[in-house]
């Protein structure tokens, strides 16, 4: 069961990180080449994730599992918890770091900049729809790995995710879209 959830939280920082450089490459009219997109993209850590992601797809994961049968309170906590998750994260490093890999300064309802209404609302939304349409999916998946094999490429992600952690405590992810602050 641990295995299975870290392998979640694996899968899901990788698909954050995915989803935010496709998000910023075509925001930005595809003027960055990939290989350099990959390279200088922002985040905390220099790797291919962003915990930021798995965090909250673990938080929502162990929601559902409570609220499985009422789904209006589920999106509801979905919100909340999105909100919670990405408003820590950003004071966190903020305090951490001394700069925003975020600023929602200029958005609509938004939060010491931090949080507002559509990113709150989109993640807490998305991330839920993906609960629930992804976690029959990864569970069914999962089962057909041998238990041995499961550990092994737990250990071994976890070994690189630790060392990009340590690496990027010492000297964070500056790439791009960060801002530093006075």
């Not at 694996?10 to 290989?35: D, K």
């Amino acid at each position: 069961m641990f295995c299975e959830y870290l392998l979640l939280f694996y899968l899901a920082s990788i698909g954050g990180w995915i989803w935010e450089a496709v998000v910023f490459w075509i925001s930005h009219g595809f003027s960055y080449s990939l290989p350099y997109l990959v390279i200088s993209y922002r985040g905390v850590l220099h790797g291919t994730w962003a915990p930021i992601y798995g965090v909250g797809f673990i938080l929502l994961v162990l929601l559902w599992n409570v609220l499985r049968k009422r789904k209006i309170p589920f999106y509801v906590g979905s919100i909340i918890s999105c909100a919670v998750v990405e408003y820590g994260t950003a004071w966190i490093l903020e305090e951490l770091f001394h700069a925003k890999w975020w600023d929602y300064s200029n958005a609509f309802l938004n939060l010491d900049g931090k949080i507002c209404f559509v990113s709150v609302v989109g993640f807490g939304i998305v991330g839920a729809a993906a609960v629930i349409q992804f976690m029959p999916v990864f569970q069914k998946a999962v089962n057909q790995i041998p238990a041995k094999i499961l550990r092994i490429t737990c250990i071994i992600l976890s070994a690189f995710f630790l060392l990009d952690t340590v690496c990027s405590a010492a000297m964070p992810n500056m790439g791009l879209g960060v801002l530093t602050m006075g």
